[in-house]
């Protein structure tokens, strides 16, 4: 399973919340999944995923009280999940009618070839309530903010493998959409952006710290244990990488220094030899040509006396001008 898949999972077992935080997370549901009535009248939510669209059933149940039953034309594709929706039949209490409004849950054939979920509420009466209900729901509190976030993730998010980037979008059917949760994503300190891909806003976040906030927000407590526990492995690696590659390239600078430095060396001992050298010069170019694969602290440390590394470093610079004025590169003129 994909690790948006995981987190959907988490979250779909979440169920409780106050009554605020329901209407606010069935709203981010529906808007987001582009569900709403259909031209009967009927309350539709479709969804490819049998775990979210049992949420939305524990959802109208808990909002509105309606039995959730399941219709008998279900494809001979969808036997073996039929059983896992049972559950939500319910056997009605002493004096109550099977004609009390309910919500229906259905497994058909999307025009894709996909299967998929759809959640009906015929009852006229029954689809008033939810659709007065969810325009009018206000989203204020961080509590209902954070289950927006979790309903709109459910039904159109996805966060991809931390181990291989760090993002996530969810994807908006319109621009309003996409500016209503980028509102509830900055109320809640979260940066997010917004672009346009074909005919849809993808409001999406690339800050691993951002992501691992998200997380924990909508409630993924053990998704958010995995992904910091990658995370902090991604920085470890790449800090143990950086060091290594700093390492590597002060060892190159310094190899490539040295060859330099005896080459020069190796030039100024044919054409004038180190005798015509102050004896500064003279014994720095002999312990270079002793040690060529020492430091700069350790030429020092085998001089007599010792030498700090600023004082070999102007030796050696020095070294260097006699061979480029030997070369000709200065005109023959030496400085020494």
Partial sequence: MSFSGE?????????????????????????????????????????ENLEI?????????????LRIVRQ?????????????????????EAGQSRQEPAAELLADRSRRGRLSWCVTVRDAGTVARITDTVEHAIVRKDCCRRAFLRGAFLVAGSISDPNRSYHCEIVCGDEAAAQALEAVL?????SARTARRKTHFIVYIKESSDLADII???????????YENIRILKEMRENVNRKVNCETANINKTV??????????RLIERTIGFRSLPKGLDEMARVRLQYPEATLQELGQKMNPQVGKSGVNHRLR???????ALRGDQGGEREW
Wanted: aromatic share 4%; hydrophobic share 40%.
């Fill in 256 to 265: 490539s220094a040295a060859v330099r430095q005896i080459e020069d060396i």
């Fill in 318 to 324: 020095k070294l260097g001008k006699v061979a480029d």
């Fill in 72 to 92: 008998d034309e279900v494809p001979v594709e969808a036997a073996g999940q039929v059983l896992e929706i049972e559950r939500f039949r319910q056997v009605p």
């Fill in 7 to 47: 987190i959907k999972k988490e979250l779909c077992r979440q169920t409780g919340g106050a009554r605020h935080c329901q209407i606010a997370e069935q709203k981010a549901m529906l808007l987001y999944s582009r569900s709403g009535t259909d031209e009967s009248g009927a309350h539709i939510f479709r969804t």
């Fill in 53 to 65: 669209a049992q949420k939305y059933c524990l959802l109208l149940k808990k909002l509105f009280g």
């Fill in 186 to 190: 900055a109320d809640l300190q979260i």
């Fill in 216 to 226: 924990g927000l909508m409630g993924a407590r053990v998704a958010l244990m995995e």
